[in-house]
């Protein structure tokens, strides 16, 4: 309501002044986390080009980088609170609202990145997945191609005999088990290639890169 208000405020004070056209667009927020001139701030900019293309300027996506609204989980908190129109992050970002997301992070998942597309782009228990999801107060629209679950090391990590007594850092406990439990390191492509995203070109950045560590 209070957005609302703010909003005809706006308007009404723009219709007041001479030469002002007389609807303004409203403004849509996309929030990410990725640095300017990133892959996923060019694909915001050519969806706000293309949102404002076929609204025929009524709406106006304005886009905030690098994390200047709120990180990954908190973006997701402000998709349900109505704070923010658009984010895109990885998949099991979403496990805590729908726990069994996390099955995308399983290792050896996938073998190849065109099981990893097919996946993401035609799985119908994905998509099943996906569709529970408004109901949790957000909707997927696409999915972007994110890479591979890998190890970044000084010293060289060639096998799991190498990381005995090393420390790991991940960006979640919910990854503990493939490491320190499984006793074996995932070596080639996980699931982790979708991120939720809009795509309006239809296009994906597909890296050539090889499974493997870094």
């Not at 701030?41 to 009524?58: D, H, P």
């Not at 069994?100 to 190849?112: C, I, R, Y």
Request: hydrophobic fraction near 35%; proline fraction near 6%.
């Amino acid at each position: 309501m209070k957005k609302l208000i703010s909003t005809l405020a706006i308007a009404a004070g723009m219709m007041a002044s001479a030469g002002m056209a007389a609807h303004a667009a409203e403004v849509l927020k996309f929030s990410h986390t990725d640095n300017p001139g990133g892959s996923r701030q060019a694909a915001a900019e050519v969806f706000a080009e293309k949102v404002a293309e076929y609204t025929e300027g009524r709406y106006e996506v304005r886009i905030f980088p690098a994390g200047q609204l709120a990180n990954d989980p908190k973006a997701i908190e402000q998709l349900q609170l109505g704070g923010i129109d658009f984010t895109v992050s990885a998949t099991g970002s979403y496990a805590s609202h729908l726990p069994s997301l996390n099955l995308t992070a399983m290792p050896f998942l996938v073998d190849t990145y065109e099981q990893g597309w097919e996946l993401y782009d035609n799985s119908k228990w994905l998509q099943g997945e996906f569709d529970k999801l408004p109901e949790k107060g957000f909707r997927v629209l696409s999915t972007w191609e994110a890479g591979f679950r890998s190890f970044t090391t000084k010293n060289p990590l060639a096998s799991p005999d190498d990381a005995v007594g090393q420390k790991n850092a991940g960006i979640s406990k919910r990854y503990d088990p493939l490491v320190n439990g499984s006793n074996r390191f995932p070596n080639c492509c996980d699931a982790n290639h979708g991120r939720i995203f809009v795509n309006p070109t239809g296009h994906r950045k597909r890296s050539r890169k090889p499974c493997g560590y870094d």
